[in-house]
């Protein structure tokens, strides 16, 4: 089994070759040298990513519904200043901010106000009713508190919520936490996938990388660049991908993520 160092070697080799083999193509498209190194670059550096994304098939992967299973199982199953600690990072989605620990539970700010935050540690099988709420409800001294549950919330937990007016609470299940913990990374130690799962989970990984926000820029980038080269040098080689990168920059635009309202003013 090659070891570290000798698959590190393999990959500057294999990123080489694509740039030498790129570069060689872009050159004789343009008739310029400078022209061929700048259009590989950015060509290799898509091909690589590629060429990982397609690797991770051989691994196997869990599933969206897997992976948010196995948080919320960590979160149920951890310590609760350890369980809180996760809350801070998660709770940023729905605009909480300035988080801290204190007395098994979270301070921070919504709005511009203070917020109480309360880990209910349930099995995910179970429901959290309407008496954790209620327990929840005489323990704030906040204006407002989030009650934040494993298990999902029964039909009255949420309605005796919603008549609680000092202070006022929200709930925050597996339901409203799923699009926080869908874009965390999978665990170590995934099972073993068959063929179809497998290549299933390789392609809903690829899409959501694709469309994540933070590469609209770089997307919009390359495709200004391909279609500046196109215009100047009339070659289709530059049209097809320029136009496909601006193409990735909409979807990714159009994915930006929307911050959940827990209370509505």
Request: glycine share 6%.
């Amino acid at each position: 089994m090659r070891n570290i160092m000798g698959r590190v070697i393999d990959r500057i080799a294999l990123a080489l070759l694509f740039y030498v083999v790129l570069f060689v193509f872009f050159t004789a498209q343009t008739q310029n040298m400078l022209w061929g190194a700048l259009m590989a670059l950015p060509v290799t550096l898509m091909a690589l990513y590629a060429l990982r994304l397609w690797r991770r098939r051989k691994t196997g992967a869990w599933t969206v519904e897997e992976n948010i299973r196995y948080h919320l199982q960590m979160l149920m199953l951890a310590p609760r200043e350890q369980g809180l600690r996760k809350l801070i990072i998660w709770l940023a989605h729905f605009g909480v901010t300035d988080a801290i620990l204190s007395d098994g539970r979270l301070l921070g700010q919504l709005d511009g106000r203070p917020i109480e935050v309360r880990l209910l540690q349930k099995p995910l099988e179970a429901q959290a009713q309407a008496e954790d709420v209620l327990k929840f409800f005489h323990a704030v001294h906040a204006p407002r508190g989030i009650l934040v549950s494993t298990a999902a919330f029964s039909d009255a937990a949420a309605v005796f919520a919603r008549q609680c007016t000092g202070p006022r609470v929200a709930l925050v299940g597996p339901r409203e936490l799923r699009p926080v913990l869908k874009k965390l990374p999978a665990a170590d130690g995934a099972p073993a996938r068959d063929a179809k799962k497998r290549r299933q989970a390789s392609l809903s990984e690829l899409k959501k990388r694709a469309a994540d926000v933070r590469r609209q820029k770089r997307y919009l980038l390359y495709g200004t660049l391909m279609i500046m080269a196109y215009i100047l040098f009339n070659s289709w080689a530059f049209l097809v991908p320029g136009l496909v990168c601006v193409f990735l920059a909409v979807i990714a635009r159009r994915s930006r993520p929307v911050e959940q309202k827990l209370f509505s003013d």
